[in-house]
């Protein structure tokens, strides 16, 4: 794996003049875009002013349905003028930041792995995550983007950004979308051979209620069965439910454990992993959105790039922190 | 009717809930370990399989490790002999795993037999079944403490007492177990 210092010389020589171009580039965009919010703002002014002058007019020559034609076909002209100054602002500000992502993300990612393929639009499709069988229940909307696919020595690996949303009933009756995961989800060949399904999740009950977690964890049975593992930090960290108790621990040997565990440490955030049908599937919990362009203010700061360079090497990381490469379970 | 009668009744199918609760639990642990048991049994069996394999790719390339090709192979069937109790199963199955560790380790002094893509296939079949006796065994070790749990533990001991439920042994990891996995590591650098 590369390693920061790696990086840091890799973005002054190679990425900088490209850094650079996307900067000019972006003063340009922001010009842009704050021209096109003025002009929203004076449009919104403009309507409420005009909607003043309407009622008035209307007032004053009561019952002229030309007049009252006149002003409802022109607010309409009016708010289709603003929607459309709207959109366009939008697309230029998506523009700039695929542009961006395809020079500027894509090398980084290159810079990692020349065999990976970046696509900044594409995302691990519904179906994927939905077999991963971390998340059963009804997923009301799904989107993502930064997907990355490639094969790192004898391991396929494909990931990218994702946010999942429920809906769900808040105190005033109305419905609201409620993000359940966000972040990066890992799709892996897994090293060894298996059928069924082993889920292991963040284990949030017993960091708060200690030996009682057990009895509440075993009562969440669409996961499957509760699977109580011998080593102690694994459980501290992760709770395992699986259909088959023999094969989670072939799949959880002891040296995985401690792999898995280790791997969390270093994140230090929530992680979801499922094995299902020889693939390891692994959700890394992040807030908010990743491998974005910050147009307003300083296009690629330092921290920016560290902050690129440590989710890519983490998320890249997983094969060798779990010896995904290590070929001797009769798996080739 | 009398509310003491009715008291009693309560008390009485309470008692009889908990007692019948208590049974089938204890009955459950006790076929799990079982299950889990009958499943080391095929793993072990499996690998009775593959050991003739592993002798007949072997043998034409080592030819200073005859003794240990024979000693594997008279352990296997005196494995495979069904008259065994639990205990001498356990005991030759050691063998037989201190013997295929000598054969991983002999191997490396073959370079022809280790790039040989027969025997690599046949390495690894073994490696996975190795890896899920262990798993199968850390699974019956854990349903055992589980079932040993409810034969000790007040209630539920008082029943397993009535049934004749006796405490069951763990499996242990002798020191060999504990080399074999280094020996894997080194197999692979």
């Not at chain 1, 230029?92 to 393929?117: P, V």
């Not at chain 1, 594409?122 to 009301?140: A, C, M, T, V, W």
């Not at chain 1, 023999?246 to 040296?255: A, G, N, Y």
Request: with cysteine.
């Amino acid at each position: 794996m590369k390693t920061y210092e790696e990086f840091k010389t890799f973005c002054n020589t190679s990425l900088n003049n490209e850094l650079n171009n996307q900067s000019d580039l972006r003063s340009k965009v922001v010009k842009k875009l704050i021209f096109f919010r003025a002009l929203i703002t004076l449009q919104v002014i403009g309507i409420l002013a005009l909607m003043g002058v309407f009622e008035l007019l209307i007032n004053i020559i009561e019952d002229n349905w030309f007049y009252t034609v006149v002003s409802v076909i022109s607010l309409i002209l009016y708010v289709v003028l603003i929607v459309f100054v709207y959109k366009h602002q939008r697309k230029i500000r998506n523009e700039f930041t695929y542009n961006f992502k395809l020079r500027i993300i894509k090398s980084i990612i290159e810079f990692f792995d020349k065999s990976l393929n970046y696509q900044p639009n594409n995302y691990i499709p519904f179906d994927q995550f939905e077999k991963s069988g971390l998340f059963p229940r009804r997923i009301d909307k799904y989107y993502g983007d930064d997907y990355v696919e490639g094969k790192l020595d004898k391991t396929n690996i494909k990931f990218s950004e994702i946010h999942v949303f429920v809906e769900e009933n808040s105190s005033d009756n109305k419905k609201t979308l409620v993000e359940i995961f966000g972040g990066i989800f890992f799709i892996a060949d897994f090293n060894k051979n298996f059928n069924g399904k082993t889920i292991v999740l963040p284990d949030k009950a017993e960091r708060t209620l200690g030996k009682f977690a057990n009895f509440f964890q075993s009562l969440m049975k669409q996961y499957g069965e509760l699977v109580k593992l011998e080593d102690i930090e694994f459980e501290k960290e992760f709770m395992v439910y699986s259909n088959d108790q023999i094969e989670s621990r072939f799949i959880l040997s002891t040296s995985i454990m401690d792999r898995l565990t280790n791997f969390k440490r270093k994140v230090k955030k929530d992680i979801y992993i499922s094995f299902v049908d020889n693939h390891i599937y692994l959700g890394i919990h992040y807030k908010g959105r990743l491998f974005e362009p910050k147009i307003f203010g300083k296009l690629v700061s330092e921290e920016t790039l560290r902050v690129y360079y440590e989710q890519l090497e983490l998320t890249l990381s997983i094969v060798d922190e779990l010896n995904l490469n290590l070929r001797i379970w009769g798996k080739e | 009717m009398d509310t003491t009668l009715i008291i009693i009744l309560v008390v009485a199918a309470i008692v009889l809930i908990t007692i019948i609760s208590i049974y089938n639990s204890l009955i459950n642990k006790r076929n799990q370990v079982d299950n889990i048991f009958a499943t080391i049994d095929v793993l072990l069996k499996k690998r009775y399989d593959l050991i003739p394999n592993l002798v007949s790719a072997v043998q034409e390339y080592m030819k200073h490790e005859q003794g240990t090709l024979t000693k594997i192979t008279e352990l296997r069937s005196r494995a495979m002999d069904t008259n065994l109790n639990s205990d001498e199963k356990v005991a030759l199955n050691n063998q037989i795993s201190q013997a295929l560790n000598g054969i991983k380790v002999a191997v490396e002094n073959y370079p022809e037999l280790k790039a040989n893509q027969n025997f690599i296939h046949l390495q690894g079949s073994i490696n996975e079944v190795e890896e899920q006796i262990s798993a199968a065994r850390r699974a019956f070790n854990a349903t055992v403490t589980d079932y040993n749990n409810s034969v000790q533990m007040f209630p539920s001991n008082i029943m397993a007492g009535i049934m004749g439920f006796k405490v069951k042994q763990l499996f242990q990891i002798d020191e060999t177990e504990r080399k074999n996995v280094d020996v894997k590591k080194l197999f692979n650098s």
